[in-house]
């Protein structure tokens, strides 16, 4: 009898998810959620032809120099900067992500923000609850419309276009997109999308949404210089991840009203969050849940173990990242 594949699933995750991945490998999971450092992640990995992980645990050329065993890396998230693709193609080692079953989801989770920045119910809430409303007033917690506006979105990937979608069919807004390049005409014309210089995305945008995926290319693309460039009644609201802006540069520019409100899912350094943007009453943060409904994570689940049972059971697995 031949002796079946180990694996690890580094976080805990549904139970589904553990029994279908037990039907075809022995199976180390961690029940108690703990996060691994990464020599405690290299250890656990000894042995195992491959893991399930999520956006938290890296995996780098040393992890897998010291586990030439491993076979497949399976990201349980769309984004994958934990991930170095490269050192993984070089030693044969398949990674994947979960892309499109958490797109619609992302979406609305990145326009409840924008919406929530825009018409300051964080801040009003909190105000509420200080026990500080004792009237009405003409002028009270007065934000920005959103029906109408101008949307910018930079990153006009899966999500950008959902975001987009929203905005253009949902609300009448304005779209203007920067990417790496232009989309084909046919995704630009039902949404009216304006492909635009990152200058006048900044420049023009009434609702500034960061959808970029993170790179060396993309690291602090929004920062002190681009803060100053947008209007002073605009706000910025990142779903993508924390690095593609400065954390310290915008806390700056919501203190100082440079711009009116931000929206932040992703911070750089997460789960630790700028102290200084604690501290910022114009901005509403999150804990990295844009794509936290029930349904979406069992879908991210499922296509995450799918990927380690084909890549580990010779098929082709349906979201592989090596290029
Ligand atoms: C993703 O899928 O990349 C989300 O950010 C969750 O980690």
Redesign the pocket.
Known sequence: MTSRPSVLVARAVFPETLAKLRAHFDVEDNPADQIFTKAELSAKLAGKAGCFI??SERIDAEVLDANPQLRAVCNM???YNNIDVEACTARGVVATN?PDV?TETTADFGFALMMAAARRVAESEHFLRRGEWTKWSFDMFAGSDVHGATLGILGMGRIGQAVARRGALGFGMKVIYHNRSRLAPEIEAPIGARYVSKEELLRECDHLVIVVPYSAASHHAIGARELAQMKPTATLTNIARGGVVDDAALAVALRERRIAAGGLDVFEGEPKVHPDLLTVPNVVLTP?I??ATVATRRA?ADLAADNLIAALTGAAPPTPINP
């Open positions: 999520t956006g998230a769309v984004g979960t958490l990295h844009a794509s991210m």
